[in-house]
């Protein structure tokens, strides 16, 4: 029989015991247990699917008191559990903003990240929606391989995006989209389209297309990639439903437009075809394409001069300014009429215009041909987030591609990026696209301080 004091001790003991179990289930519920967020399904039915603008896309008015529809994108804010990184990346998107007067700002994922990420995803809402009514301006985000983390789904992240749409009084034009475009390396949300009207004319279309997800590869597949571009990837591909959705969308909104209307892309991760020139001809041709020598004489140093950290580079007649001041490398010229000889992969020419590699961009393993698929139907530019010390923008058959500079220093663990900053984007009507990087510090003033 116990006695009097260990009764005492015993109840002192479960009363620590289940403190601790409590706390546990607490930790668990914070951390693990997913916020599924409303109960949310659109099927979209295929190409033979009736279209209807207004239903089917996102419009916006172009302001005809402007010359330009202007575009900016942020990306990779990635806030955490950093404060003071976090203010840090929120000024920078302030004085990019302040700096560009955008009507629309454009956040290509990983706008949050690590532990917290459903009260930081919150907070950067709250924080973004307040510049929008500011500086008056529509935003857009598309998801980030760090935006779900945690407890956070795709669905309950919409559910927070769309609190603050047009439709609610705010300047969010976050659309869910159909949840039937994924494939077997998981389902996707958050593809949508922005149409841009001038009047009553379709102007230019912006597509927010989800590739976030990892995907899981089979060894066979890694093994073969890595044996011949040496390399192992985990970013996915582009489905194919997908494709065939942007299509539908293009072919659509073409007919309606009566003319080919011209597009950008926004994804977090690049596509296969803007990592496969990188990969041949800055960050793993080491002067060689396919063991031939460069088309470009200045080969040798430019692959110095791009694998190095710091430096930029340009190629004459490009839209973008060396403005970080870097060594600018020039391809060969005509002796007679100055005409650029623009180095070529695969029989195309590649037009550098401004930029810095510091590793293998992250894109799929094996191409799924969207750019192919939508090159005809108006394709003309795609902006991409995802790998942080790489900023480097590139035309390439016909195709502007551009990474964004990093918004912001947070988290120190894995940005190197050099620069902080965003990207203005400006598109005339026939398809001409002008992107400028906007550089507010160097991250290496920022890490002294």
Known sequence: MLSVKNKKLLCVVSGVLGVIMLGIIITVCV????????????VWSGPSAAYDITKDSVVVEKNLDKEDFTIVQLTDMQLWSSGKDNNAAFDTAEEVIKRTDPD????????????????????????????ASKYDFLWAPVFGNHDNEMRATPNWSGDQYLKVSREKGGHCL??????????????????????????NQIVQSLYMLDNSAYAKYSKDLINSVFEKE????????????????????ATNINKIAGDTVPSIFFTHCAPYEMGDVVLKYVAGGNGKIDGQKSDNPNSDDLDKEIVGKNSFWTIPGSNIPNSGGGPVIKPASDTDNNA?????????ELKGILGRISYVPGHALYNTGIVDAMKDLGLKGWFVGHDH???????YDGVVYGYGLKAGPSPKPWNDSFFFGGTKIVMDKSGNIKPTHIITTTSESYWKK
């Open 340 to 348: 650029i000889n623009y180095p070529i992969i695969d029989g195309k």
């Open 174 to 199: 976050f659309q869910k989209g159909p949840t039937n475009l994924g494939d077997e390396y998981g389902d996707l949300l958050g593809n949508y389209v922005i149409n841009v009207k001038e009047g």
């Open 104 to 131: 629309l700002v454009v956040f290509t994922g990983d706008n949050v990240s690590g532990v917290g990420v459903p009260e930081l995803l919150k907070t950067f809402i709250k924080k973004i929606e307040a510049l």
């Open 389 to 395: 010390e790489n900023d480097c923008v590139f035309e």
């Open 31 to 42: 951390l693990f247990i997913p916020l599924n967020g409303s109960a949310y399904e659109y």
């Open 230 to 249: 040496g390399r192992k990837s985990k970013e996915r591909p582009f489905p194919y439903a997908q494709i065939e959705w942007c299509k539908w969308q």
